[in-house]
């Protein structure tokens, strides 16, 4: 199967969930990506899900700066 082209351009957007002592992780957009982990036991699989699920992080800030980077570079035959 193929990626989305938003996944392959933004990333994987992650649902979490527990069962059991288990936390499985697929991805929103439907690539099918995704895992698995065992943890100590239920509640602290609860805990890692909850942590993990805190909301969703805006675009990345080093591929903003990138970006500025790219467009605020001075050239190197300018004396400004």
């Known amino acids: 199967m193929s990626r989305p082209v938003a996944c392959r351009v933004l990333g994987c ?13 697929t991805c929103a957009r439907g690539c ?4 698995r982990a065992c943890t100590a036991g239920a ?3 609860q805990r890692l899900v909850r942590q993990l699920d805190r909301g ?4 990345p800030l080093g591929l903003l700066a990138l970006l500025g980077g790219i ?8 004396r400004g």
């Open 71 to 78: 467009v605020h570079r001075p050239r190197s035959g300018f």
């Open 43 to 45: 509640e602290e699989a």
């Open 13 to 25: 957007r992650w649902d979490f969930r527990a069962a059991g002592d288990t936390v499985m992780w």
């Open 56 to 59: 969703r992080p805006g675009p």
């Open 32 to 35: 099918g990506g995704g895992g």
